[in-house]
DNA sequence: TAATAATGTGACCAACCAGTCATATGACCG
DNA sequence: CGGTCATATGACTGGTTGGTCACATTATTA
């Protein structure tokens, strides 16, 4: 956690500050991340770095942390109930939360996925974060099962690693068309849940996951909207 | 390419030396790889090194070489023919193929993974592997509708990026499995392909894929050999 | 105003880095 | 033997790193 003078900075330049930190960190991994750099890009002194963070790591730890309560603030909202809704339901509004968190703070995002991928890793995270989404994943399929969403013969552990790999897929997908600037976010477009071309996305996705892309597969139903053929390209996305 | 001077070298000093250096960049990446450390580990002088190889990217770039011509060689095999015996057998031998170039050079892998990663990318690789990966995906999906073998109202992009996700995610996780020691390489399975335990993930990955994960899936067919219960556990990996 | 506390500053440090080069070694040839 | 050539060596260079610290500046008290 950074020091207590650093929130006592005058909030516009403690802003300009971290947003030199992000931009930074969100170019370069650990290793490579300069803090000389970061105080003559910021136009402070390295002393003054050393009174707001402790030391490097200090302020990666506090960079992950800013994700982690980003996304705790977007599953803190009205969750819906998987044992009402459905299990692939469930998965889908997981999934939009989640890229909406990714959609909202791209280069916080950018971060956080290189740390997951890194090796040197902040004591501050116990659990690798692809272990517990794996786990999630489990407990999701396990669920489903239970529920006659999901049929009694598909392997618990293969159906997990399928969804997790398809799911941040779609997700990092989504996130490298925003960050190149293919899908535009307006300004009006706050809540990112009514962003239809991820939503379409995502409804494409898990309707592929439960109804599986083989010849035999049943036509999408009511409750996913049938996918529009063009979606990508309706988000300005070419398909070639 | 490292000078003649390197492949002049006595056999058994060349493949210590490329030992050390497959270490250190498994071990790290690329900014943190230090040469200082790696003529100490390998106990030559710094001198020497800059004999073998033009500078750090000029080993960076063999190594990468080295995998891809792993690669090359494995996908040289007998490639069965997407018409004949249809796209998720393909799709099944494809992953297979590459899982086992992966498995039986874990360190390489890792670094190759690291690679498409970062955003340090050597000059030699002009597409992003990413990119490549998703393109292959995209037609493969193309033909898969073409001749029947998946329905035609799938979308064609979301699936390609579908089948990436879960193909990358399976692949991952079973070179985790090897390197962490819970799938152990007898020697005598040379062949990675007949290896059960991978065989019998991807089958059931790719049937996921093909029929779904719903309730109104279809049973695996005969095609695909019914995946038992505790195909994982079979190989020594706990189910949690 | 004087005293005290909080914050800002940049020269400086030891450690490390990638890469160089003059010199030494030894193998081969005539 | 002398000469030539490939190879081996490690001290050295110029640069960067994360981090420190004595000192300067400003804010807050009394």
Do not use: C
Request: glycine share 4%; no cysteine; charged share 25%.
């Amino acid at each position: 956690m950074p020091q207590q003078t650093f929130f006592n900075l005058p909030e516009e330049k403690r802003q300009q500050i971290l947003q030199v930190v992000i931009d930074e960190f969100a170019e370069n991994d650990y290793e490579s991340v300069s803090i000389s750099r970061i105080v003559a890009r910021a136009g402070i002194a390295k002393g003054s770095f050393y009174q707001y963070f402790k030391d490097k790591e200090d302020l990666y730890t506090y960079l992950l942390d800013l994700m982690v309560e980003a996304k705790k603030e977007v599953l803190s909202l009205d969750r819906p109930d998987p044992n009402h809704v459905g299990i692939f339901a469930y998965l889908r509004w997981m999934a939009e939360a989640g890229v909406a968190v990714q959609l909202a703070h791209p280069q916080l995002s950018k971060i956080a996925v290189r740390a997951a991928n890194a090796n040197f890793f902040p004591k501050a995270f116990d659990l690798s974060a692809r272990e517990a989404t794996q786990v999630f994943y489990q407990r999701l399929v396990e669920v489903g099962q239970q529920q006659g969403d999901i049929a009694p013969d598909v392997d618990v552990k293969v159906a997990a690693i399928v969804f997790e790999g398809a799911m941040s897929s779609v997700s990092r997908y989504l996130l490298d068309q925003v960050t190149s600037g293919a899908i535009v976010l307006k300004p009006e477009e706050e809540n990112l849940f009514d962003l239809p071309a991820v939503k379409a996305i995502f409804t494409t996705a898990v309707d592929l996951l439960e109804q599986g892309m083989g010849s035999g597969r049943r036509q999408a139903q009511e409750a996913y909207p049938a996918p529009q053929p063009q979606i990508l390209s309706a988000a300005g996305v070419e398909a070639d």
